[in-house]
Structures are given as structure tokens and as C-alpha cells.
């Protein structure tokens, strides 16, 4: 079977219609409310919802995450899937560990030595970029430009870019992460949710 | 020329995040004169002022602001493309940090004379902390009247929303950026003259301007002291005026944004940052990944301007992502992992974009795992030629000229590679670059 052909049997299939559970807590649909005031028509907040429902399905964008902005926003689930599908931030292949390392390998981080953090990671934890621990903690990511150059290395954790990055920087940063019960990926979410709205609240 | 610092005069007062504080240093001087003017005057203001976009296209700003209808018939909208996504570039981050309110009172001031009703200020999803600070200081605004409903008792309302992006290069374009805006996939949508411009047409079909973070930014300075005078800055160019901010990066011994005018020489930009770490210059990117790469004996004279870097050089200022490399950089490994940024971010839309970058980033592949073969280096400048002009956004374009910029450039370094199935860079510093399935390319 051809790569792509396999890269479809994958895909997660959609949850029945009579199936669905509404998940938003009631600050999520009071956060839902206050956006659709952002924009003339109910397709424009897709984006914003995602986020949302990253957040609210603990960082991952599972086919009921996805059923449920797709109901709430009266757009059909294909729709929605082919928009969460097509950014890199939304978690819709798998579910990420409880921290994402996103590792910039783009040209300023390469040329200042981002392969060397990226082969530290992978020996330190385990895995390879892409994967997850087995415990769930920490996945690693392989990221186009992050727009930090002038702190290459750089990777990003939840809402915080970290760098210039050394070996050792990484090892104290592990470190803290692994000490840390809170999802850094659902914090990112929540930080991007908070920024739409006025004075950080519904 | 030394720094000349305007925009980021303030920007590392805490206090210039605040309301309070930016009104201190002078601030909203340039809102309160225009909303004393006709629309008209402000928009000849920024004629005057030879602005020209400051997101990479540098398209004169005054044009897309005269384009909004005169005669208010439909709502209109204004959007900032704070989407900064180039590699190399980190400029509008650290203006959305640090100087908030500049790019909310240009907003104003550009929205006052497009009659517009509300901004979106569409901000990468990684932007977490530009945001915050926007989003502090947008509240701030909206209490004490500098937003919402009556301006400052002009009787012009502006609302100013942020959306935040979530991970795709290709929503700088700015008809991806208006689709993924209204809750699409971030594709781009036909273009003048096949299709109305975003002035006629364009958020929810509705008369919208769409401009750069650092654009808006400007506008503050050109209404307070008139376009004439922000004209005489970078006088000494062809046709770049003002100042612009230099995002500077790579073997630098100080990195971070540069504002310098128009007319300073790359040299001198280099020195700002430190100069080169490491060893000596080799070459240097001066506008972003997008744009093609100079040799060191360029950079030499290389005064920064549109004009300037086109005409002699066949590069461009871009977006002011400037990455300067020492002698350990191997140029074809920088050009195959800058492929291998554009194979990943092509929106998938049209074919020559979506086939022609995979292919490139095949053959660089190859060459860079020592298989190269004879005939690559003809190959790849084909299928630049095949992008190039062919894409249905620039996105496309973008991707093919770092790579044909870098074989016109850096020829032997190619022949080299492909020859040998090794880099011409041999050294230590070389190889602790390298990715690990490719350092066997630089050991002796």
C-alpha cells in the first residue's frame, strides 16, 4: 500500500451523531459566547474554538473534540476536521504528552547548533522527534522557524519560548518539567483562548 | 549611520507598555492630530511620507488606504498581519512586546481614514507573550476612550479584536491570511487582476486594508510630524523612506532587531550586531529566508534599501530578517534546510508550489547524503523555473529563489558536494552544525 494510502487508513474516524457528549465547561461556553461577538458570521470563530476545545479535551483534539466545536458552531465535521487538520498547532494526529517540546530547527537555530539539542532530547528521553515518552510526560517535536532567532537554539513549551538552549539548559529544563502535574499544552491553549478575550475574561 | 531609533525609541521603558506611560513620551499626538483632519490629508500625509509595507511585499501603504471606498457604503475592516512567520525575522514580536500602543494608535489612525468599523490583529498562535501585551494594553485603551465608541470625542468607533493563528507560514499571505481569518484551511484566493482587491474586496467580501505591524507602527510618527519629515529619513535612497527595523541573527556576537535608516550599508548593520562569531563572513541573507543569499564580497558594499539591494543585487530588503554565517556554514546544507522549510509550510494548493518544493528538498536531500548526482545543480535551477511566477502566491516564488539565489552565488560549493558526496566546508564547527545522518558529509 502507498504511504498516502496508509496515512488515510489512520485517520481517526468521527464520532456517530447520536453519540455525541457536550463537553465545554460552562466558562467555555461563556468564553464561546463572548467570541462569536468578534466577528459578523459563526464560521469566522473555527479557529478560536478549536483552541477552546484543545484546551477543554485536556491538549488534544480527539474526532469528539472536533464533533463538538463542529455542533456548537453549526458547521459540518468534515469542514471543521479539514481546518483543525491543516494547522500545526491543533494536536488532532495524536495526543500529545503532558509536555510538548518543540524543537526550531529552521536556519539560524541549525546553523547554532539545533541538531545537537535535537540528538540530547532524543538520547536524554528516549524517543524520536515525533514520539512520546512511554509514562506520557514529554513528547518532542521537530518545529519550522519560532521566530526567536536572536535566542537560537530555541524551543518552545506551552505559552514560554526558551533559549539560547545548551545541553545543560535542557537538562534543568527537563527537570522542572517532569516536576510540573500541569499540562503545559492545555496552559498554552488557555493562554491563547484568554488573549482574544477583553481583560483576559468572558 | 548609527542606529536611528524611532519606533523603538521607548522600547525597552516598561512604562511605554502603559497607557499612562506612553502617553508620557508623547504618545497619541499622532491619533489626536488626525482625527482633526480630513480623511484625505491623513492619507496624503502617509503619501507624503514615501511609506511602503513593511511586511516583505514593500508596496506603498498610501495606495491600499486611498483604495477603501470614499462613499461609505458597506462596513469596512482593517486587519494587521502580525502573522510573523519568516525565518529570520522576530522584529514584530518584539514591537508588539514592548511598543503595543504604537501599533494601536496606527490602527486607529489608518481606520479613521478608511472609515473602517473593526481591526483584527491576526497573530501567529506561538505569539503568546506579544499578545498578552497587546491585550493589556488594548483594554487599557478601550478605558479611557482611545477605543470603542466616540474616539476621543471625534464621533469615529474602531473595535479592535485579536485572532490568533495556530501554526501555518502561508497565513502571512494575505488572502490566507483573510480565509484562515474567516475560519478556513489558510489557503490564499485569486489575486488582481483575477479577482477584486482585498481595498474592494476582501474580509467577508467587505472593503479591507490589510497591513504589517510594523507599517501601522509608522503611522503614529507621520502624523505627528508630518509625512515631509519622515520623507528626509533614508533621503539618500532611490525610494525606500524611514527607518526599518533589522531583525539580525546567525554568527552575531550581539543578535536581536536593529533600527536603522534606509541608506545604512550592511556592513555597518553587521558592526551594530557585534559582527561575526566565529570566524570570518561568508555570506549573509538580508530579508528573510525568502529572499536570495549575498556572498561576503557583497555585503562589502551593500547599501540597504528596496532599490538598492534589487538593482545590484538581486536580493531584497523583505521583511528585514538579516542572517549573517560564517566560514564553517556549509551554504548547501543552510539551502536544503531552508527547502525543507518551504516543502513544509507550501499549503498544498497549487501543483507547482506543492510538487516543486518536495522535489527540490529531494534533490537537495540527496546531495547533502553524498548520492548527488551530475546534472542536480541543472536540475534544480529547472524546477526553480518551474515555480517561480508559476505559484498562485508568493509562497512558491519565495521558495525558489534561495535556492537558485544560492547556486548563482555559491556554485562550487554545489559542484563540490555533488562531486565528492562531501561538503567543501571541512571542520569541526562544520560538523557540530550538521544534522547526524549528515555530519559523515564533514569529517576528514
Given at each position: 500500500m502507498s504511504e498516502l494510502l496508509q496515512i488515510g487508513a489512520q485517520r481517526p474516524k468521527a464520532p456517530e451523531p447520536d453519540s455525541l457528549e457536550l463537553r465545554f465547561s460552562p466558562t467555555a461556553v461563556e468564553e464561546l459566547e463572548a467570541l462569536k461577538t468578534h466577528y459578523p458570521d459563526l464560521k469566522s470563530c473555527v479557529l478560536p474554538t478549536l483552541w477552546i476545545a484543545q484546551r477543554e479535551y485536556?491538549?488534544?483534539l480527539s474526532p469528539e473534540a472536533i464533533a463538538e466545536v463542529a455542533h456548537r458552531l453549526s458547521r459540518s465535521y468534515a469542514e471543521v476536521e479539514g481546518v483543525a487538520t491543516f494547522y500545526s498547532m491543533y494536536n488532532t494526529a495524536h495526543k500529545p504528552g503532558?509536555?510538548?517540546?518543540e524543537v526550531c530547527t529552521c536556519l539560524s537555530c541549525h546553523m547554532c547548533g539545533a541538531y545537537r539539542i535535537v540528538d540530547h532530547l532524543e538520547e536524554k528521553l528516549g524517543i524520536k522527534l515525533g514520539e512520546t515518552t512511554p509514562d506520557g510526560v514529554f513528547s518532542i517535536h521537530e518545529v519550522e522557524c519560532l521566530d526567536a532567532c536572536d535566542r537560537a537554539p530555541v524551543l518552545q513549551v506551552g505559552d514560554q519560548y526558551v533559549g539560547p538552549v545548551t545541553p545543560e539548559t535542557?537538562?534543568?529544563?527537563?527537570?522542572?518539567?517532569?516536576?510540573?502535574?500541569d499540562s503545559t499544552v492545555v496552559q498554552l491553549a488557555d493562554a491563547v483562548v484568554k488573549v482574544h478575550l477583553r481583560d483576559g475574561k468572558a | 549611520m548609527p542606529e536611528t531609533k524611532l519606533l523603538f525609541e521607548h522600547a525597552h521603558d516598561p512604562q511605554f507598555r502603559t497607557l499612562d506611560g506612553?502617553?508620557?513620551?508623547?504618545?497619541?499626538?499622532?491619533?489626536?492630530?488626525?482625527?482633526?483632519?480630513?480623511?484625505?490629508a491623513v492619507i496624503d500625509q502617509v503619501k507624503a511620507s514615501g511609506l511602503r509595507g513593511r511586511g516583505g511585499a514593500g508596496f506603498p501603504t498610501w495606495i491600499k488606504w486611498n483604495g477603501i471606498e470614499k462613499e461609505k457604503k458597506n462596513p469596512h475592516y482593517l486587519i494587521c498581519n502580525a502573522d510573523e512567520g519568516e525565518p529570520g525575522t522576530f522584529k514584530d514580536?518584539?514591537?508588539?512586546?514592548?511598543?503595543?500602543?504604537?501599533?494601536i494608535e496606527g490602527m486607529t489612525i489608518a481606520g479613521y481614514a478608511t472609515q473602517a468599523d473593526a481591526g483584527y490583529i491576526y497573530i501567529r498562535g506561538e505569539f503568546v507573550d506579544a499578545a498578552r501585551s497587546l491585550r493589556q494594553a488594548i483594554d487599557q485603551a478601550y478605558v479611557q476612550g482611545y477605543l470603542g465608541k466616540n474616539i476621543l470625542g471625534s464621533g469615529y468607533d474602531l473595535d479592535l479584536y485579536i485572532h490568533m493563528g495556530a501554526g501555518s507560514y502561508e497565513c502571512g499571505e494575505e488572502s490566507a491570511l483573510m480565509s484562515s481569518l474567516m475560519g478556513e484551511r489558510g489557503m490564499p484566493r485569486l489575486k488582481f487582476p483575477h479577482a477584486p482587491l482585498p481595498t474592494v474586496a476582501g474580509l467577508w467580501d467587505k472593503p479591507t486594508v490589510i497591513n504589517n505591524v510594523e507599517t501601522y507602527a509608522c503611522a503614529p510618527f507621520i502624523l505627528?510630524?508630518?509625512?515631509?519629515w519622515y520623507a528626509t529619513l533614508g533621503a539618500s535612497t532611490k525610494n525606500s523612506r524611514g527607518t526599518k527595523l533589522f531583525s539580525v541573527s546567525g554568527h552575531v556576537n550581539k543578535p536581536g532587531n536593529y533600527e536603522i535608516e534606509f541608506g545604512t550599508t550592511l556592513v555597518e548593520l553587521l558592526d551594530m550586531a557585534g559582527g561575526i562569531k566565529g570566524g570570518k563572513l561568508k555570506a549573509c541573507i538580508p530579508g528573510g529566508s525568502s529572499v536570495p543569499i549575498m556572498t561576503a564580497e557583497q555585503v562589502e558594499k551593500a547599501v540597504i534599501g528596496y532599490e538598492e539591494l534589487w538593482d545590484d543585487y538581486k536580493t531584497m530588503v523583505g521583511s528585514g530578517g538579516c542572517m549573517f554565517f560564517n566560514e564553517h556554514t556549509c551554504i548547501v546544507s543552510l539551502i536544503w534546510r531552508t527547502a525543507q522549510f518551504y516543502a513544509m509550510e507550501s499549503c498544498g494548493k497549487c501543483t507547482p508550489c506543492r510538487e516543486g518544493t518536495k522535489w527540490m528538498l529531494q534533490i537537495?536531500?540527496?546531495?547533502?547524503?553524498g548520492h548527488g548526482q551530475k546534472g542536480d545543480m541543472d536540475l534544480l535551477l529547472d524546477v526553480t523555473k518551474q515555480i517561480d511566477g508559476r505559484s498562485f502566491c508568493g509562497l512558491g516564488d519565495a521558495a525558489a529563489w534561495p535556492v537558485a539565489g544560492a547556486i548563482r552565488a555559491f556554485p562550487e560549493e554545489f559542484e563540490h558536494f555533488i562531486e565528492h558526496g562531501r561538503s567543501m566546508v571541512q571542520s569541526e564547527e562544520a560538523k557540530a552544525m550538521a544534522p547526524r545522518w549528515a555530519q559523515p558529509a564533514f569529517s576528514h
Open positions: 485536556g491538549g488534544h503532558r509536555h510538548l517540546i535542557v537538562d534543568e529544563l527537563l527537570e522542572r518539567l517532569r516536576s510540573n502535574p | 506612553y502617553l508620557a513620551k508623547g504618545g497619541y499626538q499622532g491619533l489626536k492630530k488626525a482625527l482633526g483632519m480630513d480623511r484625505q514580536k518584539q514591537l508588539m512586546e514592548q511598543t503595543p500602543f504604537l501599533l505627528d510630524r508630518g509625512g515631509e537537495l536531500d540527496r546531495i547533502v547524503r
